[in-house]
């Protein structure tokens, strides 16, 4: 295959897939059923934005989602934040899922570094489903109680979260890489009844012990009532130091059926974090119907997932793609889930695991696909990829090479859906279509019922340029609110300050003429890696803990050579010198405290660090310097108390490659 530019078309729908797409299928049935037609995938995104109402009601319908009482509107008010969906109804997520149980495929194929592929029916999942959930009603466990998980991408964990939504308890979840600070700065914001924690995980060929961590939450964590223990095998079997601590092999020897509470529609399911430049954690709540909806029609139309496919997305229970592939269960297609590093024993371990299980869909980073380029390995050649159809790829933007490698080392007869969206939706609002092209460089579309256009700083609508990404209409899965957020004040400051009655995303984005969207990064100085959003506030209280560190500044220069690149600048206190002891320590201090995904990928110490005159670090002009803008056009001099701190930067940007 030549060298593609941007924009280059690298695969085209055949008329088959496109005949049989779901997408077809939805707008057959609008056809028949409302007197709609749409010649164009462009046409039907229009009217589902347009008509906002009607888009979101006809899904109920296509989907049968089991809706009880009748809503007076479907939306009380376009206004954002303050629209409200389908008030005065009552359903429940977890019921939505069970009701594809069937004998014909498994629900789960689960597969880890230790273990090889295993897989669980619809009944015997049902059946744990329907224990624990009995189990968490005998301790207690009422709808609206917040049940925290500290747990790794396994079986365990999609059960206990679905026992919770059965009977309206919130959840929440962190992955056992994060250090024992990040995830108190999570939990103890939402006050949890119940904690399930996995003893330890393996990654990497490593077995890391996490009884001390978990005691730690227990400490921190004064509302917690029990704490129920997920052995994961290798660490033993002492849990003295942990009380009121109940095995899980327990909560599965309670009798009783799978019940499904009937909650609100706007009922909280889950809570995600997602970290802005400052203050903890944002406790971002969602809810039963919202993200019943926004799933159904991502998982059904955007990725055309059906009945029977295998559907694996490579995450941790840290990440909103976990709940995102969950969503699977929806339409009845199977999870796949692995639990363990992408790259060990080396970079072929998720293809052969594609390859064992069938899988259809391959859900992934950017990050992987470009480490799987520069690995140089082409998993077309030495695996049975003849299933799989489909891949998707998010978590940062992918590189016109990135494309090209998908192509030329995987397979050249396969849909590359590249999606970008947010925790703060749970959802991606630019994504595929099975009825697009796909082209270099570019996600195909912007998903129906999602209103994103690029806005210039005065916020009129751009075409072909770069703009700040928006979403001028409500969606249902925007968040209900954030947890112990008075009035709504960090909501409101986080998405709506920007462009008043606009939700402003925080990324660069271009819409262009054919519909086709391109993500930049981040316009803000959030950190983002791998997917896993990370407010720089926290990297900073780890790292000026440090007795030799005086200040700090961190950047994440999303794109560069289609990777994520970190680095974090120090200002170190008089006698210390940033040698080979001191990097490792605040890399390793970093990894402890907060998790891997966050150590920087180069530090740098300097004499100073360029501040407004008021005192604030100047973020993303140093971002937009290093970014390859130039300084006269990336930060007002005349703003900063110390103007010439930011030479080292133009000075360190002429040596990074573009």
Not at 358 to 365: D, L
Request: proline share 6%.
């Amino acid at each position: 295959m030549a060298v593609s530019v941007e924009g280059t078309v690298l695969w085209e729908p055949s008329d088959e897939l496109q005949e049989h797409s779901s997408m077809r299928q939805y707008m057959r049935w609008l056809e028949q059923t409302r007197g709609l037609h749409f010649a164009s995938y462009a046409a039907l995104w229009q009217w589902s934005v347009d008509d906002i109402a009607g888009f979101w009601s006809s899904l109920v319908t296509f989907f049968d989602v089991r809706l009880s009482g009748t809503a007076a509107q479907v939306l009380s008010s376009r206004d954002m934040p303050g629209a409200r969906w389908f008030a005065g109804t009552e359903l429940n997520y977890a019921q939505h899922v069970f009701r594809n149980a069937t004998s014909s495929h498994p629900a789960l194929i689960f597969q880890s570094e230790r273990q090889t592929a295993q897989e669980i029916s619809w009944d015997e999942f049902q059946h744990k489903v329907g224990a624990v959930a009995n189990a968490l009603r005998d301790l207690g466990v009422v709808s609206g109680d917040r049940v925290v998980a500290f747990v790794g991408n396994i079986p365990e964990a999609v059960t206990a979260f679905l026992a919770c939504a059965s009977l309206g308890a919130i959840w929440s979840s962190c992955s056992p890489d994060f250090g024992s600070p990040s995830v108190i700065d999570r939990f103890a914001q939402i006050a949890p009844k119940i904690l399930f924690a996995v003893d330890g995980y393996h990654y990497g060929g490593k077995a890391f012990d996490k009884r001390t961590v978990v005691a730690e939450l227990q400490r921190a964590l004064p509302t917690l009532e029990r704490t129920v223990l997920i052995p994961q095998g290798a660490f033993g079997t002492d849990t003295s130091e942990l009380p009121n601590t109940l095995p899980w092999s327990e909560l599965l020897t309670t009798e009783g059926e799978l019940r499904f509470e009937p909650v609100p529609f706007e009922h909280p399911l889950w809570v995600l974090y997602s970290s802005g430049t400052t203050g903890l954690p944002k406790p971002i709540v969602h809810g039963h119907g919202g993200i019943l909806l926004e799933h159904l029609k991502s998982v059904s139309l955007q990725l055309d997932l059906k009945a029977g496919d295998r559907f694996f997305w490579f995450t941790t229970t840290g990440w909103m793609m976990w709940n995102f592939l969950l969503g699977g269960l929806l339409v009845g297609a199977t999870i796949l889930l692995y639990d363990g590093s992408a790259g060990w024993p080396d970079m072929n371990v998720l293809w052969e695991f594609a390859q064992n299980t069938a899988m259809t869909c391959f859900g992934t980073s950017a990050a992987y696909i470009t480490a799987c380029q520069a690995a140089g390995i082409t998993p077309g050649n030495y695996y049975d990829l003849s299933r799989l159809r489909a891949i998707g790829v998010t978590g940062s933007p992918l590189s016109v090479e990135g494309f090209q490698w998908v192509y030329t080392a995987v397979k050249s007869d396969i849909w590359l859906s590249s999606v970008s969206g947010g925790t703060d939706l749970c959802t991606a609002f630019v994504g595929g279509s099975p009825l697009l092209p796909v082209r270099a460089g570019e996600i195909q579309c912007r998903c129906l019922g999602a209103q994103v256009a690029a806005f210039d700083e005065g916020g009129r609508p751009l075409v072909d340029e770069p703009g700040e990404l928006v979403i001028t209409a409500p969606m249902p899965s925007m968040p209900l609110f954030f947890w112990n957020d008075p009035e709504d004040r960090r909501y409101r400051e986080s998405y709506f300050d920007t462009f008043p009655g606009v939700w402003r995303h925080g990324d660069w984005v271009k819409i262009t003429s054919h519909g086709g969207v391109v993500i930049y990064g981040r316009s803000d100085a959030t950190i983002n890696r791998m997917g896993i959003r990370m407010g720089t506030s926290e990297i900073y209280r780890a790292v000026d803990e440090l007795p030799e560190v005086h200040d700090s500044l961190v950047v994440d220069l999303e794109g560069l050579q289609g990777a994520s690149y970190m680095p974090l600048f120090v200002v170190l206190t008089a006698g210390a010198v940033l040698d080979e002891v001191l990097t490792a320590k605040i890399k390793a201090h970093i990894r402890r405290t907060l998790s891997p995904r966050h150590v920087p990928d180069a530090i740098f110490a300097l004499p100073e660090l360029p501040r407004t005159h008021n005192g604030k670090k100047v973020e993303v002009p140093v971002k937009k310097i290093l970014m390859g803008v130039p300084v006269t056009k990336a930060a007002n001099p005349d703003s900063l108390s110390n103007p010439a701190a930011l030479q080292p930067f133009v000075d360190l940007a002429a040596s990074l490659p573009r």
